[in-house]
């Protein structure tokens, strides 16, 4: 078997790890109307579930990254998938908050392991010119645990119910760590001339021109996805739950079609990728104030509208990892994509309490309260795109300072 089929072998291998990462992150996402009910909590008690896990995954992401340069990929993903198993089976048996709380905690934790150690695993195996390429592949293709988190999901728990539906859950991600001990090969990384440093990845602002990159243009669908998404389309648009799941589908196989096309333009034009950034940012805010402020429920088409566009916010997040490998040596890569990848999910953490509490305090799931709720995202744009104006012009300095003789 040859280098380049093994490499392609041990990629597959990591992006089916992530795919049932991406299933197990946003399983509450469809269940919230259910884990309402089951758990007797209302809107902020569903915010705290899902903030915990998000807090959980976003500080784990620099203590992560470290320990993926210096232990390697696969012992990540092993206790990942079996981390984000327990998870689930502490979720499937949850009665109350705290049990809940729990579980979403620990898949909070195990996914955490998990992205930033396949990304490792394509910097390792694959030439630096196909790296956007192959980032935007495996996000890509980790949507098909998003797909199975919408529609399949939704009929598991009407048909099944709660428990058996999370213990199949649980199985999955057992299965994931048989795979990957079974055929992924990473040896514990080579020693090289420069031990990771975490201050150095840090301190480079190319560095945190990715982690705003990641923050700007990540959290609305995320916050969509992951919780508020489902109850704002069947509470707040009136639409029923096979339509919800058929949008939030829509969403991400939109989001599949994108990943690609971003990934070569980042690759073929690297000096314009804070251009296709902010066409990102722009077009989200654009599409959301639109619906956001139609007389009434929104018709069907700009619902679509608002799915397409979001469809492009995750493969635009993914070009602050391509920032993070062309602005730091392999030394450090992991605690670089920690750092980036922590930032936007505690974006999009902040950005779902904000919509927990403001429904919380505007009284109820109607569409008005959705309207002021989902206007918190404004700020969080403002703010994202501020912030990849000043880093990037940070890092263009640095590298014409390096460049000059």
């Not at 490792?120 to 956007?132: E, T």
């Not at 649980?170 to 440093?197: I, K, N, Q």
């Not at 602002?205 to 243009?217: F, S, V, Y």
Request: hydrophobic share 55%.
């Amino acid at each position: 078997m040859t280098s380049r089929s093994k490499a392609v072998i041990f990629w597959a291998v990591g992006v089916l790890a992530y795919v049932i990462a991406v299933f197990h992150r946003q399983s509450l996402g469809v269940s919230s109307i259910e884990a309402a009910a089951r758990l007797g909590v209302g809107a902020a008690g569903l915010s705290t579930l899902a903030m915990l896990q998000l807090l959980v995954y976003a500080v784990m992401q620099v203590p992560v990254g470290v320990l993926v340069d210096r232990l390697g990929s696969k012992r990540m993903l092993v206790v990942g998938a079996v981390v984000m198993a327990c998870g689930e089976l502490v979720f499937a048996l949850a009665d109350g908050l705290a049990p809940g709380v729990a579980g979403r905690a620990l898949i909070g934790c195990g996914d955490a392991m998990t992205f930033i150690s396949v990304i490792r695993l394509v910097n390792i195996h694959f030439p630096a010119r196909r790296n956007p390429v192959m980032v935007q592949l495996t996000g890509l293709i980790g949507q098909v645990g998003a797909i199975a988190s919408t529609v399949p999901l939704i009929q598991s728990l009407h048909v099944y119910g709660w428990t058996p539906t999370f213990l199949g859950a649980a199985v999955l991600g057992l299965v994931s760590a048989f795979l990957l001990l079974t055929v992924l090969r990473d040896s514990r990384p080579g020693r090289t001339g420069e031990r990771p440093s975490l201050g150095a990845a840090w301190a480079e602002p190319g560095t945190r021109l990715g982690m705003w990159t990641h923050a700007a243009t990540q959290c609305s669908a995320a916050a969509f996805l992951l919780l508020w998404g489902y109850p704002f389309l069947v509470q707040g648009q009136g639409l029923s739950p096979a339509v919800a799941g058929t949008l939030l589908t829509t969403l991400t196989l939109c989001g599949m079609i994108c990943g690609p096309l971003l990934g070569y333009l980042a690759g073929r034009f690297p000096f314009h990728r804070s251009r296709m950034v902010f066409v990102v940012v722009g077009s989200t805010a654009g599409t959301w104030t639109a619906v956001l402020a139609w007389p009434g429920r929104a018709p069907l088409w700009l619902l679509v509208l608002l799915m397409v566009v979001l469809a492009a916010n995750g493969p635009g997040s993914m070009i602050g990892f391509d920032y993070a490998r062309t602005f730091n040596p392999a030394a450090r890569i992991g605690a670089a994509t920690g750092i980036v990848n922590g930032g936007g999910f505690v974006a999009s953490m902040t950005l779902i309490a904000l919509i927990g509490i403001i429904l919380d305090l505007t009284g109820e799931s109607t569409l008005d309260g959705f309207r002021w709720a989902f206007a918190a995202q404004y700020p969080i744009w403002a703010l994202g795109a501020l912030q990849v104006l000043r880093y990037r012009g940070k890092a263009r300095r640095l590298l014409l300072a390096a460049q000059t003789p």
